[in-house]
T-cell receptor, first 113, second 114 residues
Framework: NAGVTQTPKFQVLKTGQSMTLQCAQD?????MSWYRQDPGMGLRLIHY???????DQGEVPNGYNVSRSTTEDFPLRLLSAAPSQTSVYFC????????????FGPGTRLTVL | AQSVTQPDIHITVSEGASLELRCNYS??????LFWYVQSPGQGLQLLLK??????LVQGIKGFEAEFKRSQSSFNLRKPSVHWSDAAEYFC????????????FGGGTRLMVKP
């Protein structure tokens, strides 16, 4: 099992560019989520999905889109990158109930100039 | 709305000393509480969790945490810190919020002196 994988590891964008952060898991988990990590603010939920075809917004969804066409993949799209989106992005997945362990990917460090 | 506060942004302890990291939560019902550790450049790894039963829970790497409902706290402890414990630690609360996703505290960065 590869667990949760994320690509790319690092990315530099210019303001206004768009891109997609990839996330995949091979554990057949129903729940997947995207967080951003900023110094002193912990991890904040951007979007999440409770199954293929079902997504919803988290705490900080503005400027990001998601879709979930398969159980395995949950890409995060930045529509028009802004410097405020400079952050480290983590994808996570878990199976079933909320008290089950969430498994995190290694993260993508994004810089927007 | 649920929230988590970790009052200490940085903590430095000597190797072999005991450790306590503080976590206070706000949640309207029975909380489900977690501690995660993040080593530099890595993702997050679950240390331990509490959702019912014994209020003292044991985790991996020799860590434990105690749930105190009266104080809305879930502090993480370790009796003797090792240099490899240097990392950032996150407390999180989960429950019947939107999608049952976790709400994280701001994190505490632990440094270990030799």
């Amino acid at each position: 099992n590869a667990g949760v994988t994320q690509t790319p590891k690092f990315q530099v964008l210019k303001t206004g560019q768009s891109m997609t952060l990839q996330c995949a898991q091979d554990m057949n988990h129903e729940y997947m989520s995207w967080y951003r990590q900023d110094p002193g603010m912990g991890l904040r939920l951007i979007h999440y999905s409770v199954g293929a075809g079902i997504t919803d917004q988290g705490e900080v969804p503005n400027g990001y889109n998601v879709s979930r066409s398969t159980t395995e993949d949950f890409p995060l799209r930045l529509l028009s990158a802004a410097p405020s989106q400079t952050s480290v992005y983590f994808c996570a997945s878990r199976n079933g109930q909320f008290y089950n362990e969430q498994f995190f990917g290694p993260g993508t460090r994004l810089t927007v100039l | 709305a649920q929230s988590v506060t970790q009052p200490d942004i940085h903590i430095t302890v000597s190797e072999g000393a005991s450790l306590e990291l503080r976590c206070n939560y706000s949640y309207g019902a029975t909380p489900y509480l977690f501690w995660y550790v993040q080593s530099p450049g890595q993702g997050l790894q679950l240390l331990l969790k509490y959702f019912s039963g014994d209020t003292l829970v044991q985790g991996i790497k020799g860590f434990e945490a105690e749930f105190k409902r009266s104080q809305s706290s879930f502090n993480l402890r370790k009796p003797s810190v090792h240099w490899s414990d240097a990392a950032e630690y996150f407390c999180a609360v989960g429950g019947a919020n939107a999608g049952n996703m976790l709400t994280f505290g701001g994190g505490t960065r632990l440094m270990v002196k030799p």
